[in-house]
């Protein structure tokens, strides 16, 4: 496992032996379980925009068909909210941030993970047509059925609302405390660029350059952002993580 999901399922597990059981939304729940284990004591509510999707998944408990960024989720409904590199694809994540914020449980977390924007790979993303993001995980990613049958890459849109500093100065101002949060290199970037040599002296100094030229303001390496937001009136073990400087 990752280092950064390493310290996300500590912090997790701090969380769930004070909480007991869980009351969980895991938004944008595809086909596919969590990147985390829970442990037995959850209920998951899974919402995706697509039932086929919803079909496929075999994990939650209890399915919603809906868009995260306008279904009227209840309010303080949950104790965890779990979205995983799905706001890239809405066009307003601010909204979805939003209907989060209005379903959380008082000492609750939310979890984030999202591509950073605001690096190389991010930018190219967010500015190539759809059809370039297919052909690169058929013939560079060797994904030969991405785009069909309802599956990855989908339609991105990487708004600068959920970029890593629009999503700490959300945090801050809706009475959340960031307990942890990352930058780190996504795996088919590191193992592209392992294929193609990309690494030692030639690459640190590439990174180096770029962030020098742009201020820090652009980064190579930080392509995935990971941040946990809890609220404010929580107490305990779950306040061990770090939060953003």
Same mark, same amino acid.
């Given at each position: ?10 912090? /997790? ?23 985390? #284990? ?22 939650? #408990? ?10 009227? /989720? ?15 694809? /809405? ?17 609750? $977390? ?12 991010? $930018? ?35 708004? /600068? ?10 945090? &801050?101002?809706?009475? $959340? ?14 193992? $592209? ?7 030692? &002296? ?44």
């Amino acid at each position: 496992m990752r280092p950064e999901l390493v310290r996300l399922q500590t912090l /997790l597990e701090s969380f769930i032996e004070e909480r007991g059981t869980l009351r969980v939304l895991e938004a944008g729940c595809g086909s596919y379980p969590m990147s985390v #284990d829970l442990g037995p004591a959850k209920h998951i509510v899974g919402i995706d925009i697509s039932q086929r999707q919803l079909d496929r998944n075999d994990v939650v #408990d209890e399915k919603i068909l809906g868009d995260i960024q306008t279904f009227p /989720l209840h309010p303080q409904d949950f104790d965890l909210i779990f979205c995983w590199n799905v706001l890239e694809h /809405l066009d307003r994540p601010d909204r979805a941030l939003v209907n989060f914020r209005r379903a959380l449980r008082p000492g609750g $977390l939310i979890v984030i993970k999202v591509p950073n924007v605001l690096s190389l790979k991010g $930018l190219v993303t967010k500015f190539s047509p759809h059809r370039v993001h297919v052909w690169v995980y058929r013939y560079v990613f060797g994904h030969p059925d991405a785009g069909q049958d309802d599956k990855a890459p989908f339609p991105t849109f990487l708004r /600068l609302s959920m970029s890593p500093r629009a999503l700490d100065r959300f945090a &801050r101002g809706n009475g $959340l405390l960031v307990v942890y949060s990352c930058l780190f290199e996504a795996h088919n970037q590191l193992h $592209l660029r392992q294929r193609l040599r990309l690494d030692g &002296r030639f690459w640190r100094a590439l990174r180096l350059g770029v962030e020098r030229v742009t201020r820090n303001y652009l980064t190579l390496e930080g392509t995935e952002f990971l941040i946990v937001m809890q609220s404010a009136a929580a107490r305990g073990p779950a306040h061990s993580g770090s939060p953003v400087s």
